[in-house]
């Protein structure tokens, strides 16, 4: 089956998921354009069905990278130490240029003008969904404690106000704040989704049920960097002490 699928893998991943969301992830893929699908793990042409009761979960194959890929998480946590050596830093460096040009390709090879879409304005691109976020992280009881920052806080003799307070202010600044082009963003670019080969020369993306063909680059960059620099000490105990 893996070599019917794709000739060169031995093994195969396999995501389960509604006939639905598959198919979607799949018409997703192929819509890749060909210079920047390469970047990208490969996906069968359709989810296989193994019963016909319209209930039963789907398969996607998938190919599988493990072998000769890891991920970007995991060359992190190897290198993050409170002193990095000198080779760690220059790998380090070298897999940061990788995945950046890597997404730069995607995004130069899809660009458009913003006019050339409806309906993307400032608050549905930026404002929405940044009170969403962070409405369900304050409503959740794991970090009820975050919720104190959304509606303001103090740090030293400095009193910052609430998410609202900003929302608002770049609302009443929006006709300065022009969006010249949108393109093709993954729409989940964390460490976990981002895989390297073991000279980190090959950037792959993994998990596409994200793409946007109508988004801005900087929320990838910016997932990616919180990733990085603030969800592992949040959320991870082991690194709260690691210096990025």
Known sequence: LARTQFPGPQSIVIKQGSRHSLNRTVHRYHRLPEEVKGLF????DRPQLLATDALTPAYLILEDLTDRYDTFR????????RRMTRLQLQALHHACNTIMYGLFRIYDSTKRPHSNFLNH?????YLSPMEHHANEIAQGEKHAHLA???GGFRLGNRRFPSL??????????RTRIPIPCLMLIHGDCHTRNIMLDSDYDVLKLIDLDRLDYTGDYIWDIAELLED???FRFLFDPEFRHYHD
């Open 74 to 81: 995991n060359m992190l946590n190897q290198a993050d130490h």
């Open 121 to 125: 304005k400032l608050s549905h691109l």
């Open 228 to 230: 990085v620099a603030i």
């Open 148 to 150: 104190r920052w959304i």
């Open 164 to 173: 609202d307070h900003y929302l608002n202010t770049i609302e009443n600044y």
């Open 41 to 44: 793990a490969r996906h069968a």
